[in-house]
């Protein structure tokens, strides 16, 4: 059972849009959202993470939306460029363990 | 990537075989983890490990083994129990606790059944 659910499972977006990626739970154990972009072949790397405590969290074209109240978060991709073209995980971290939930993955197509 | 070297790329395993997929870091971490990864499924977590000679179970651990005899390396074991192994594995590191805040993860391994 996924702790965190994420929707859209693939976006298409035309050069210089938004995209926008959702996450909820249900865990209020959890105390760390990270981002993790991952390109075909290789690892997941962070790209961008925020803590409850603050509602929105921006690093160049990057933003996280958090609203805790509603245990929802979200990715925008600001002007979306080809190179962003991406697998874009949300993910979770609880205050017990300290071991990550990830969300099921979307899949970003930047069209040129 | 960067500190953190997985090997093979590629894996092959037949009917019954078990098979050892290598991870070894360079980056002076006390945690590592193994995850799998399947499409439309995130990243689940195998087995992780705190420190030397301890690992715990994650939410999939049947069918896995791991060992952590030294702070660099934790390899995996698909054993013949695993019958669905077919995917792609990462290997990831961090600091411990609280400090595991940042994943680096590794190029992954790709596990195909013959």
């Known amino acids: 059972q996924q702790q965190v659910k994420q929707s859209p499972q693939s976006l298409i977006v035309q050069k210089g849009g938004i995209s926008i990626i959702n996450c909820a739970y249900e865990?209020?154990?959890?105390?760390?959202f990270p981002w993790y972009q991952q390109f075909p072949g290789k690892g997941p790397a962070l790209l961008i993470a925020?803590?409850?405590?603050?509602s929105e969290k921006k690093e160049g074209r990057f933003t996280i939306s958090f609203n805790k109240s509603a245990k929802q978060f979200s990715l925008h991709i600001m002007d979306s460029q080809p190179g962003d073209s991406a697998t874009y995980f949300c993910?979770?971290?609880?205050?017990?363990?300290?071991?990550?939930?990830f969300g099921a993955g979307t899949t970003v197509t930047v069209r040129a | 990537d960067g500190g953190i070297t997985q090997s093979p790329k590629y894996l092959f395993r037949k009917e019954g075989q078990n098979v050892t997929l290598s991870c070894e870091q360079n980056?002076?971490?006390?945690?590592m983890y193994w995850y799998r990864q399947d499409p439309g499924q995130g990243l689940r977590l195998i087995y992780y490990?705190?420190?030397?000679?301890?690992?715990q179970k994650g939410d999939i651990a049947e069918g896995y083994s791991v060992s952590r005899e030294k702070k660099e390396s934790f390899p995996l074991t698909v054993t013949s129990a695993q019958k669905n192994p077919t995917a792609f594995y990462l290997c990831?590191?961090?600091?411990?606790?609280?400090?595991?805040?940042?994943?680096?993860f590794g190029s992954g391994t790709q596990l195909s059944v013959l």
């Open positions: 993910a979770a971290r609880s205050l017990n363990d300290y071991k990550l939930s």
């Open positions: 865990n209020t154990a959890f105390d760390y």
């Open positions: 925020i803590r409850p405590d603050v």
């Open positions: 980056l002076n971490h006390d945690a």
């Open positions: 490990s705190q420190i030397v000679n301890d690992f």
């Open positions: 990831a590191t961090g600091g411990r606790d609280r400090g595991a805040e940042k994943l680096f």
